[in-house]
């Protein structure tokens, strides 16, 4: 190749989370292989993230006995995702791919040395469905020690979560007021935190474990990561993509890429130009993605011919966000605050629309298809003083007074009356009495008529565990009320590139983009329109880029 001031076997555009599971295929093959990122961390959002994945009938359910097979998870799929002439990143092919290769993409990265390992108990999201599991199908990485990856150590991203918890423990604790299960994880949490103190450790968890144990594997390897190394431009000629644009130290520097190059570069939920085009409605204020997800490259890849699709579809994640947290990159998520007892969730007329225990992505897609039907955008939490005095609100512990500022700027609203909070909150009161007073109807009669609330698996566990009889509803009865607002924000986009089952960049008609691989949250979702459990978004970013850097090593072969 000739016009490079380098080349390697295989280019991956940005560190997130397939590129180093195909740098790792690349180099187990024998192959050269190069990273470049463009901010100043290795692992993207994905290591920002709980770092779960979601991957049917895994090597761990088979330990553990968790029945799984190829045909349950398609069953799943089918139920969840189907078929629509709309969704090209989810055809059934895609689907079926991914099931035969997440479970071997998972034996090939244990076998590399990466501590993976399952979630007890994380219900798929839509349990009730055919094939669903109850127990989830959820993995995850062990806790890591940071300290391990030496002079690397301060280029891994941080995780949102700065305790020495795995994911389910850390959830655990909402329920510490009542729960001995969640006192024991406090304890154990504890312990462990002390005990790294003492022998000197980093530990890190969720998204920050499962990037730090794939650095590790990668730079052992021989993986060639840099970062702060923007990719401007795919390289084209006679149609192909034969490498990338990028700098280095300062100057404009070509990579060949003799066998191709994947992108794995994020969404677009940094920049509002995109979001207005195809996600109207939606703000970068609302997003926890970290500030490299600004859509460049598949715009670049738009440019050469990529088909899009699915692009007006984000992970939702819904979110409170209180005076002096407006600029925070971690804002304050409250998956869990309408799904447990004593809560629901209003429109600005004041009426419940949907079953407030759905997955976050479902949730905020209800309020903005809401939205078109009657203000929701923002809607409001109405909670009661059981409510607040069995659970932590935004971040505050169950039961402690809330910040005085939170009133005077009006982000939480209290009252003694259901009426006069309607009035403080510009709804009418009647209605807003009338929506409270159906609601505790269900309660009284432990099923919720208008939504389904509380029958799934997925929405007992999202609400209160240990709670009963019923961990979904509980009665909106006790004074003082309080409502505070809650927006559609994201965790990231979902739309992108439409990729054939090898993870090979589609033209219009179909036809492939030689030498052009595309992996996460820069392609359109094999999951389509739905999140079917937790890892809907990471696990496919691993898999997918398993996927091609296998097509792109045994096409050289
Ligand atoms: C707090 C939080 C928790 C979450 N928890 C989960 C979870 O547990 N499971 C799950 O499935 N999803 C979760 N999500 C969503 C999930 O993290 C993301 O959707 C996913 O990580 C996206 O992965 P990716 O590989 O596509 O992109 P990323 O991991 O974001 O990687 C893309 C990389 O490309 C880089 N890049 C962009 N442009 C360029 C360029 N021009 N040149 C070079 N590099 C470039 C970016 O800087 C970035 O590092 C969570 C998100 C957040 C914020």
């Known amino acids: 190749m000739s016009g490079f001031d380098e080349v390697f076997d295989y280019v991956v555009v940005g560190c997130g989370g397939g590129s180093m599971c195909a740098g790792l295929v690349m180099r187990k093959a024998g192959k050269s292989v190069l990273i470049l990122e463009k901010t100043n961390y290795a692992g993207g959002t994905t290591a920002r993230s709980g770092g779960v994945m979601w991957i049917p009938n895994n090597r761990f359910m088979k330990r ?26 989810a055809t059934r092919e895609r ?21 993976l390992n399952r979630v007890g108990y994380w219900p798929d999201y839509y349990d009730e469905l055919p094939g669903g599991s109850e127990k989830g199908r959820t993995v995850v990485a062990e806790l890591f020690d940071v300290n391990e990856l030496g002079p690397w150590k301060s280029r891994l991203r941080p995780n949102f979560l700065s305790v020495y918890a795995t994911l389910d423990e850390a959830l655990s604790l909402r329920h510490l007021k009542h729960s001995w299960a969640s006192r024991s994880n406090m304890a154990k949490i504890a312990v462990r935190t002390i005990v790294s103190k003492l022998t000197g450790k980093h530990p890190v968890t969720a998204g920050a474990a499962l990037q730090g144990r794939m650095l590790q594997a990668s730079l052992k390897a021989g993986v060639d990561i840099r970062t702060e190394t923007p990719v401007s431009e795919l390289i084209v000629e006679n149609g192909g993509v034969k490498g990338v644009a990028t700098v280095k130290e300062g100057r404009p520097w070509r990579v060949g890429a003799r066998l191709g190059v994947l992108v794995n570069a994020g969404g677009f939920a940094h920049n509002q130009k995109m979001r207005d085009e195809y996600q109207p409605g939606t703000s970068v204020k609302w997003t926890m993605t970290a500030e490299g997800d600004t859509g460049e490259l598949i715009q670049e890849m738009m440019r050469h011919g990529a088909a899009i699709a699915q692009m007006e579809e984000m992970v939702g994640n ?54 078109n039907l009657a203000p929701a955008v923002p809607s409001w939490a109405i909670l009661d003083s059981q409510h607040l005095s069995k659970y932590g609100l935004v971040g505050t512990l169950p039961g402690t007074p809330k910040p005085e500022r939170w009133y005077k700027e009006g982000f939480l609203h209290k009252a003694d009356t259901i009426e006069e909070l309607a009035r403080q909150i510009s709804i009418d009161p009647a209605t807003l009495r009338a929506t409270v007073d159906r609601f505790n109807g269900f309660v009284a009669k432990n099923h919720d008529d208008d939504f389904e609330r509380g029958e799934r698996a997925y929405d007992r566990w999202l609400g209160d565990t240990y709670g009963s009889p019923n961990p979904s509803l509980g009665s909106i009865s006790e004074g003082p009320f309080y409502a505070l607002q809650v927006v559609p924000g994201d965790v990231g986009t979902y739309g992108g590139v439409v990729t054939d089952a090898h993870a090979r960049v589609l ?7 030689p030498g052009l691989y595309a992996t996460g949250i820069s392609t359109a979702s094999v999951m389509g329109r739905s999140y079917p459990g937790a890892g809907s978004s990471v696990g496919p970013s691993f898999v997918w880029g398993y996927v091609a850097a296998k097509h792109a090593a045994s096409a050289a072969a």
């Open 95 to 115: 689907r079926g791919a991914y099931v035969v290769e997440g479970a071997e993409m998972v034996d090939f990265l244990v076998g590399q040395g990466v501590k």
């Open 318 to 371: 819904q979110m409170s966000i209180p005076p002096g947290m407006e600029d925070n990159p971690i804002k304050p998520v409250v998956q869990g605050m309408t799904a447990a007892p004593h809560a629901i969730l209003v429109d600005q007329t004041g009426v419940r629309y949907m079953n407030e225990s759905g997955s976050y992505m479902a949730y905020c897609k209800g309020m903005l298809e809401r939205n």
């Open 64 to 89: 553990d006995g968790v029945e799984d097979s190829y045909e349950k998870a398609m069953t799943y799929l089918d139920a969840v995702v189907g078929d629509h002439n709309d969704t090209p990143g």
């Open 507 to 513: 033209r219009e008609d179909g036809a492939v983009i």
